[in-house]
C-alpha cells in the first residue's frame, strides 16, 4: 500500500510542472486603452443578424501582434463593468507590430447604459446609447465628486448599426468604364423595387461607404426592401449583369452585400 500511494505522489508531482505551462503570466498595462462599441457578424458568420461587440486595444504598439488584453466582465442593470487584469503575452510571437487587443460580445437592448473601464485605482466612465439606429458614447461627469482618469478613451462617440433589411451597392471601375456604375445601379432599382437610404457623413459606419483599390472608387449606395425575395432579385440581376455586359471587363467589379452578411459578388460569378 506505502509503494502504491508513493506512486501516486510521484505521478502528481510530474504533472505540476504541466500545469504550470499552461497558467497564464500577465504583464501591466502601459499606455491608455482604446475601446470601441461596434456591431459585428461573431467569427464573420454569414446569413447571421449583426451583434454588439465591445473591442478593446492598447494605445501601447506591440512587436508582436497576437498579444491579448485580459479583463474581467460584469454587468449590474445597466452598468457595463470591465477591470483590466493585464497583458497577456503567448510565447509564439506572430511578428508583425501591433496593440493587444480583445472583443466582447454584448447582449444590450435599447436604452441607456453606463460603462466603468479600470485597472487598480484607476477608472474611466461613460454614459452608452442605444438606439435602433446608432450606438453612441460620451464622456460621464465625475459621480460624488471623485475624478476620473484618462485610463481609457473611446476611438470614435457614434457607430450607425445596419438597417433590417438594407444592403450596401459597392461598384468600382477603370476610368472608362466608369458609365457601369450608373448602368448596372438603373437595372437593380427596376429589377429588385428598392428604396435609397442614407446615413450622416460623421460617425462609423459598418458598411464600408466605399470599395477600395480600383481607378474609380464610387461612393457607396444604400438600399432597404420589403422581403428576403428583393435581395435575392438583386443578386439574380447582378448575374445577369456578369454575363452579359460586364463579362470579363478587367479592372471592374461590383459587391452586394447585406444586412446578415450576406453577399453576391461579380468576380465571383464569372
Known amino acids: 500500500m506505502a509503494t502504491r500511494k508513493a506512486f501516486v505522489l510521484l505521478g502528481l508531482a510530474c504533472l505540476l510542472p504541466s500545469f504550470a505551462c499552461h497558467e497564464k503570466v500577465l504583464s501591466a498595462r502601459e499606455g491608455r486603452i482604446l475601446f470601441a ?6 467569427y464573420g ?16 504598439i506591440y512587436g508582436c501582434c497576437n498579444f491579448s488584453i485580459e479583463s474581467a466582465f460584469r454587468r449590474i442593470g445597466n452598468r457595463l463593468l470591465v477591470e483590466i487584469e493585464g497583458i497577456y503575452k503567448p510565447e509564439l510571437c506572430l511578428t508583425a507590430m501591433g496593440p493587444a487587443n480583445s472583443s466582447r460580445e454584448l ?45 481609457a478613451v473611446p476611438k470614435f462617440s457614434s457607430w450607425w448599426r445596419y438597417p433590417r433589411n438594407s444592403f450596401v451597392y459597392l461598384c468600382g471601375t477603370t476610368e472608362e468604364l466608369a458609365w457601369v456604375n450608373d448602368d448596372f445601379l438603373s437595372r437593380l432599382r427596376a429589377a ?20 477600395q483599390g480600383h481607378h474609380v472608387d464610387h461612393p457607396a449606395r ?49
Request: glycine share 8%; hydrophobic share 40%.
Open 37 to 42: 462599441i461596434r456591431e459585428a457578424y461573431p
Open 45 to 60: 458568420q454569414e446569413g447571421v443578424e449583426p451583434s454588439i461587440f465591445l473591442d478593446l486595444e492598447t494605445e501601447k
Open 107 to 151: 447582449v444590450l437592448e435599447a436604452g441607456s447604459y453606463t460603462l466603468e473601464i479600470s485597472d487598480g485605482p484607476l477608472r474611466s466612465e461613460f454614459l452608452v446609447e442605444v438606439t435602433d439606429d446608432a450606438l453612441s458614447v460620451a464622456a460621464a461627469a465625475p459621480a460624488h465628486g471623485l475624478p476620473l482618469s484618462g485610463l
Open 192 to 211: 429588385a423595387g428598392l428604396r435609397e437610404i442614407e446615413f450622416p457623413a460623421q460617425g462609423e459606419l459598418g458598411y464600408p461607404r466605399a470599395p
Open 222 to 270: 444604400y438600399f432597404v426592401y420589403d422581403d428576403e425575395g428583393r435581395f435575392a432579385a438583386a443578386g439574380a440581376a447582378l448575374e445577369a449583369y456578369v454575363r452579359d455586359v460586364i463579362g470579363q471587363m478587367s479592372g471592374t467589379s461590383i459587391w452586394l452585400r447585406d444586412w446578415k452578411n450576406r453577399s453576391y459578388r461579380s468576380w465571383m460569378m464569372n
